[in-house]
């Protein structure tokens, strides 16, 4: 990986370089990202950046890049230059359809269009550099490689490329844990103390909510009929033999012996297997590296780098992305507040999603796919993450693709996960969406293990069909 590092790092250097020619220009510089963990990460990171440079800057959340484009089409961009986050690889031809000569930055993480590049674009992207975008580093690692190319000063925002990569998923390997330039990420914020890792169990709050509250609080991995039931936690808890209080105050997931932690562990593989579940690959998603940023209160849910994710989810997948950027971009006090209030709320409305999949007609069975139709009773903006849950829980057969759906309007938005077994045998996610997307009159991308797409509802059933038949011939059935 060393070449292929060294390759991103020259290409990070040449795109701080071309920011900091705008900045010095005295640019107005317009920050558009996409509205999940990552984009909203990277886009703090670069607001804290631009803000330390003492730039001239605006920042824009878009669900969709239509969104984007629409806002153009009104004439609300003014822009000297625009900085795409978390999106912009596969729409290059649309946005110089869009802005012309322009001068525009794109940095993306996702599998990236064949364009050949204006000379006034820079582009981003670790595939370029024989990285993969899936797992070696995300958008919010990007954006901290070029803010820190701006100013080593930057190295505070470390802990935010690493909430970002964990938002994105990019820890689902067997151990659970961060590697390739994500690695070294962590490494830079260990070494400045910003960041802590430690092996453990994986349970959301483990240094301030109750045992069994951490337990019902764990959304990665989705724990069916444990997640979002304090009252089943603490039950387990009990009945495993765990004590959940010590004299008055009540004890957390750090206050566990080894031999309690084991308990636990075994109990709750337990119960998912009583359920039916798959609990082997639950499991797997367990135990792994915990990160601890440092500099977060303990009793906050900043403390933990995937809770943390969690939190800006929560504000993207709600309409309220600018307060997950300004938290990622260092602001805390009331907004703070706002934003764990949103969380709480997000994790409920999720839970309820959760339950939709026990509808009679909720999921629908082909050859290769296992569709989740969430019709309009899932706000598409939560397609994505709920995806991601599904696929977290063990409740799809690892021979199949999970793909998610909801409407909104007259279009659909689409998600679609696939674990690494099947990516391992040949399939790319990103690449199918985006031909069969395009295909029907929408768009579509991603990358190879996970991918989404936008349509017009009357194209889903052949959208679906093609899709079932693309997967099956990259297995080579």
């Known amino acids: 990986m060393s070449d292929a590092y060294e390759r991103l790092l020259s290409s990070v250097a040449s795109t701080a370089e071309f920011i900091e020619e705008r900045i010095k220009e005295d640019n107005l510089l317009l920050l558009v990202c996409h509205n999940d963990a990552d984009a909203l990460s990277a886009c703090g990171i670069m607001v804290g950046s631009l803000w330390r440079s003492d730039a001239r800057f605006l920042a824009r959340s878009v669900n969709r890049v239509d969104e984007f484009f629409q806002q153009l089409d009104e004439g609300s961009a003014e822009a000297d230059c625009i900085i795409f986050l978390d999106l912009g690889s596969g729409y290059v031809k649309e946005i110089y359809n869009k802005v012309g000569e322009k001068k525009v930055v794109i940095i993306d993480h996702h599998q990236p269009q064949s364009f050949d590049i204006p000379k006034c674009y820079v582009h981003l992207n670790p595939h370029f550099e024989g990285l993969e975008g899936a797992t070696h580093i995300s958008a919010s690692g990007l954006a901290y490689l070029v803010s820190k190319a701006l100013s080593e000063d930057n190295y505070v925002y ?35 103390g910003l960041i802590q890792v430690t092996e453990d169990l994986i349970l959301f709050g483990r240094s301030f909510r109750p045992i069994h509250a951490a337990l019902a609080s764990t959304s990665s991995p989705f724990l069916p009929g444990l997640t979002g039931r304090e009252d089943v936690c603490y039950s387990l808890v009990t009945s495993l033999g765990i004590k959940v209080k010590d004299g008055d105050r009540w004890r957390v997931l750090a206050d566990l012996t080894e031999e309690e932690k084991s308990k ?11 359920k039916g579940l798959p609990a082997s690959n639950i499991a797997k998603e367990l135990i792994g590296a915990v990160y601890e940023l440092t500099e977060e209160d303990r009793w906050t849910y900043l403390r933990d780098a995937r809770e943390f994710a ?73 397609v994505s993450s709920l995806a991601s849950l599904i696929s ?33 045998r040949g399939i790319n996610l990103g690449g199918i969406l985006s031909d069969v997307a395009n295909a029907v009159g929408g768009r579509g991308g991603g990358h190879n293990v996970a991918a989404g797409a936008d349509l017009p509802a009357t194209a889903l059933e052949q959208f679906l069909k093609e899709v079932d038949k693309r997967i099956g011939s990259q297995l080579g059935s």
């Open 264 to 274: 636990l562990y075994n109990g709750i593989i337990s119960f998912l297997t009583s």
């Open 158 to 192: 470390s802990p935010i490329a690493v909430v970002g990569a964990l938002g994105d998923l990019q820890d689902k390997d067997s151990q659970r844990r961060l590697g390739s330039v994500n690695a070294k990420i962590v490494e830079e914020g260990v070494e400045k």
């Open 392 to 424: 977290s829980s063990g409740m799809i057969p690892q021979d199949k693709v999970l793909i998610a759906w909801a409407r909104h309007g007259d279009r659909v938005k689409v998600s679609a996960r696939a674990n690494r077994s099947l990516v391992e």
């Open 310 to 382: 969690w939190l800006l989810n929560a504000c993207g997948k709600t309409g309220n992305a600018w307060v997950g950027i300004a938290i990622a971009a260092g602001v805390r006090g009331n907004l703070l507040e706002e934003a764990q209030k949103l969380l709480e709320d997000y994790r409920t409305q999720m839970a309820k999603n959760m339950e939709l999949l026990t509808r009679p007609e909720a999921i629908t069975s082909m050859e290769y796919t296992l569709v989740f139709n969430g019709g309009d009773l899932i706000d598409e903006r939560q």
